[in-house]
């Protein structure tokens, strides 16, 4: 009988590196539950969670949410899928998080996406987004189907002042700052895989095929 592990794995890289668009295909092929803090920290705000309040109160203060209560929610998530495999998406961003997360799981691998900014900074600035859901398109690469509005709501689209050009450059160089910090944490550990280049396309092919090595040696006969 052929057993599998599961899989436990952390895709890192700055805003605009194409994140989404490689979680996508990496749960599509693969089967991994995709854990977005972005999504779960959206949906206890809507449904005014415990969590979700104390949340929304740091955000409406202009503050940074605090790693513990960050760190809470996501560990609440992953529990509840705790026999399957996932692939966390947008934490953890600090090593406090990160050392949670250890305190817990054990990481298998964190894939890098190291994209140079320059290019992010140009596919940010045609980047559109539908708030309600989160979802996120470019008018470059991933455009809507019908311009200006979202594909399954057909509600309209619009630029958040982050990807604007002054402030793109300060998230960047903010990431920077919080992220590279983990990253060495992660490398330290040698876990980290980094991918580079400019188009999300050509990097794919080579996060697949590592993904199937991984998955190939995680498999073990009982």
């Known amino acids: 009988m052929v057993l ?4 436990r794995a952390v895709i890192m890289g700055a805003p605009g590196s194409g994140k ?5 295909r990496i749960i599509k092929i693969f089967g991994l539950n995709h854990i977005s803090s972005g999504d779960i920290l959206r949906a206890n705000i809507k449904e005014k969670t415990e969590l979700g ?10 503050q940074l949410v605090p790693d513990a209560i960050m760190s809470r929610l996501i560990l ?3 529990r509840r899928i705790d026999s399957s495999g996932w692939l966390l998406d947008g934490f953890p961003r600090t090593i406090s998080q990160a050392e949670a997360l250890d305190h817990v799981y054990t990481v298998d691998t964190v894939i890098n996406l190291d994209v140079p ?5 140009e596919r940010l600035t045609s980047r559109w987004t539908h708030i309600p859901s989160g979802r996120v398109y470019n008018t470059d690469f991933n455009p809507p189907k019908v311009p200006g509005f979202d594909d399954e709501t057909g509600e309209p689209l619009v630029q958040r002042d982050d990807d604007r050009p002054d402030t793109v450059t300060r998230r960047l160089k903010s990431y920077e700052t919080q ?7 992660y490398r330290s550990k040698g876990v980290l895989e980094t991918f580079t280049g400019t ?10 095929a590592f993904l199937h090595r991984k998955f190939s040696l995680s498999q073990r006969v009982a």
Do not use: A, R
């Open 53 to 62: 309040l104390l949340m929304k109160s740091c955000i409406d203060q202009g």
């Open 179 to 185: 992220t590279e910090p983990v990253l060495e944490y």
């Open 199 to 208: 188009e999300t396309n050509k990097i794919w092919p080579h996060i697949e």
């Open 117 to 121: 900014f320059q290019t992010i900074k």
């Open 76 to 78: 609440n998530d992953l």
């Open 20 to 24: 989404g668009t490689v979680s996508g």
């Open 4 to 7: 599998q592990k599961v899989i």
